[in-house]
């Protein structure tokens, strides 16, 4: 059952960034709604994974 969400999250994640290059190149007006879910999902998890842990960033403060 694990094996077939994985492959799900999988699928969606490579879909997205297809429509994200496809958009790039000017894709039709679905592919560049589907490219902006895309990447406000990933800024999305991007802002909660920094957020979650102060001092595991990478702002070059070693």
């Known amino acids: ?12 994640v490579l879909g997205g960034c297809a429509c994200v290059v496809w958009a790039a190149r000017g894709g039709p007006r679905w592919a560049r709604g589907v490219a902006k ?9 991007r802002s909660s994974r920094s957020n979650g842990r102060p001092g595991s960033g990478s702002d070059g403060d070693d």
């Open 1 to 12: 059952m694990f094996l077939i969400v994985l492959s799900g999250v999988l699928a969606l």
């Open 37 to 45: 879910a895309t990447l406000a999902a990933g800024e999305l998890l």
